[in-house]
């Protein structure tokens, strides 16, 4: 099993940037893909970005797209959130998630492992 540790979350000024990191311990990653998701108050938890166990393959949310880049390093065993021109609407915890193989997937129950989360705040 592999511990998930998010940091890097804040309060920021509507179109300002963040970098959320996550780092992995237990196990090496490098072997699975790896996502980044977010929760809302109220709503229910949604796919932000997603990528392969080599970086080669991204996947991203339509509401991001062109604003969040994800990225990984596996020697450090840690993936990374940047996420700029951020907007009211991007509020909300953000947990990272490993996947229970190699294959990139978009929804919850493609991901074995997931952080406990870091909350992001929008706000003017």
């Known amino acids: 099993q592999v511990q998930l540790v998010e940091s890097g979350g804040g309060l920021v000024q509507p179109g300002g940037s963040l970098r959320l990191t996550c780092a992995a311990s237990g196990r090496t990653i490098s072997t699975f893909s790896m996502a980044w998701f977010r929760q809302a108050p109220g709503q229910e938890r949604e796919f932000v970005a997603g990528?392969?166990?080599?970086?080669?393959?991204?996947d991203y949310a339509d509401s991001v797209k062109g604003r969040f880049t994800i990225s990984r390093d596996n020697a450090k065993n840690a993936v990374y959130l940047q996420m700029d021109s951020l907007k009211p609407e991007d509020t909300a915890v953000y947990s990272c998630a490993a996947g229970h193989g190699a294959l990139l997937g978009i929804t919850s129950a493609d991901f074995a492992s997931w952080g406990q989360g870091t909350q992001v705040t929008v706000s003017s």
């Open positions: 990528i392969s166990w080599s970086g080669v393959t991204t």
